[in-house]
């Protein structure tokens, strides 16, 4: 019984030595406002900078899904093939099993829709000759992969009667690659920026251990233990982790402010109804949670690396 209690009190010193740490931890923190700020603010603008440019690629990404429309091949027939020829040859790769339908555009259609959606209806008007070739729309089978589409984009670009066959989904390939690219260079900044974020604190710290270091030694000399000693460290470097969160978080959401409107009125322009997408309540959260780790890694090794070197004489 007597063991209970010794463990209940233990317990309960514990737990009110640390409510005690994190109070008197803050208060130091807010002491000095001006320089938690400019620590504040460094930690937000590192973490910021790879946070907001994963949320711009998020952005991006779900903007381009709208693109993924089934692959079309355009093939562009040669100059001297006339409208009949194109039509036959249409209907010959209608009947393939690995077409599913086949459009043909007239170079007289194609001049018209050209000159409706450009704006430059006079020019065109203008010239002696239509510069447009007849064009056939090939949408492969449902069932086709990418290798499938390729192989048949290149049988048909060895008729002789086209002058060029173009697969129009190789540029949002294209742009999904570019976009993988992107996404592991932030992922590559982001993690020299966290480490950097871990330095920068374990730097503040080291410097709050050396004004606190007469303090240290009279606690040690009155027999407080390492862990006793480092409990209001881990609080200060944890207090500058949360403040650079919310910081950061601050900053992105100010930036996705300042950029919506812009990109609303482009999105307007092309009869989009996209809006750009912030971070949300939980990504908020995740990077207070994250900025409060970073901060308690960076206390940790500041305390592990100078704590041992202070002993009473």
């Given at each position: 019984?007597?063991?209970?209690?010794?463990?209940s009190?233990?317990?309960?010193?514990?737990?009110?030595?640390?409510?005690?740490?994190?109070?008197?931890?803050?208060?130091?923190v807010?002491?000095?406002?001006?320089?938690?700020?400019?620590?504040?603010?460094?930690?937000?603008?590192?973490?910021?900078?790879?946070?907001?440019?994963d949320?711009?690629?998020?952005n991006?990404?779900?903007?381009s899904?709208?693109?993924d429309?089934?692959?079309?091949?355009?093939?562009?027939?040669?100059e001297?093939v006339?409208?009949?020829?194109?039509?036959?040859?249409?209907?010959?790769?209608?009947?393939r099993?690995?077409?599913?339908?086949?459009l043909?555009?007239?170079?007289?259609?194609a001049?018209?829709?050209?000159?409706?959606?450009?704006?430059?209806a006079?020019?065109?008007?203008?010239?002696?000759?239509?510069p447009?070739?007849?064009?056939?729309?090939?949408?492969?089978?449902?069932s086709?992969?990418?290798?499938?589409?390729?192989?048949?984009?290149?049988?048909?670009?060895?008729?002789?009667?086209?002058?060029e066959?173009?697969?129009?989904?190789?540029?949002?390939?294209?742009?999904?690659?570019?976009m993988?690219?992107?996404r592991?260079?932030?992922?590559?900044?982001?993690?020299?920026?966290?480490?950097?974020?871990?330095?920068?604190?374990?730097?503040?710290?080291?410097?709050?251990?050396?004004?606190?270091?007469e303090?240290?030694?009279?606690?040690?000399?009155?027999?407080?233990?390492?862990?006793?000693?480092?409990?209001?460290?881990?609080?200060?470097?944890?207090?500058?982790?949360?403040?650079?969160?919310?910081?950061?978080?601050?900053l992105?959401?100010?930036?996705?402010?300042?950029?919506s409107?812009?990109?609303?009125?482009?999105?307007?322009l092309?009869?989009?109804?996209?809006?750009?997408r912030?971070?949300?309540?939980?990504?908020?959260?995740?990077?207070?949670?994250?900025?409060?780790?970073?901060?308690?890694a960076?206390?940790?090794?500041?305390v592990?690396?100078?704590?041992?070197?202070?002993?009473?004489r």
């Amino acid at each position: 019984m007597q063991s209970r209690a010794r463990f209940s009190d233990r317990y309960h010193a514990w737990l009110r030595h640390h409510r005690l740490s994190a109070a008197d931890s803050l208060q130091r923190v807010l002491d000095n406002l001006v320089s938690s700020l400019m620590t504040w603010l460094v930690i937000g603008i590192a973490l910021a900078l790879p946070v907001g440019l994963d949320v711009a690629l998020d952005n991006v990404t779900e903007l381009s899904t709208g693109w993924d429309s089934p692959s079309q091949i355009s093939l562009f027939m040669e100059e001297g093939v006339s409208s009949e020829q194109a039509r036959a040859l249409a209907g010959q790769i209608r009947a393939r099993d690995d077409v599913d339908d086949v459009l043909f555009v007239s170079r007289e259609d194609a001049l018209a829709e050209f000159s409706a959606l450009s704006g430059f209806a006079d020019v065109l008007a203008s010239l002696e000759d239509n510069p447009l070739p007849n064009l056939l729309l090939v949408t492969p089978a449902p069932s086709a992969d990418e290798d499938g589409t390729s192989g048949l984009r290149a049988q048909l670009a060895a008729n002789p009667d086209v002058a060029e066959a173009v697969l129009d989904m190789e540029w949002l390939q294209r742009l999904n690659s570019l976009m993988e690219l992107s996404r592991r260079l932030v992922m590559a900044i982001g993690a020299l920026l966290v480490l950097g974020v871990v330095l920068i604190l374990g730097n503040t710290i080291r410097l709050a251990i050396e004004n606190r270091r007469e303090e240290i030694v009279i606690v040690k000399l009155v027999g407080g233990s390492n862990p006793f000693v480092r409990r209001p460290f881990l609080y200060t470097g944890l207090w500058y982790g949360v403040g650079g969160g919310l910081s950061a978080a601050l900053l992105v959401s100010l930036s996705l402010w300042f950029l919506s409107a812009p990109v609303a009125d482009l999105a307007a322009l092309y009869q989009s109804d996209f809006v750009l997408r912030g971070l949300g309540l939980m990504g908020a959260l995740n990077l207070l949670i994250l900025g409060g780790l970073l901060g308690l890694a960076g206390a940790w090794l500041a305390v592990s690396r100078h704590l041992a070197a202070i002993q009473p004489r």
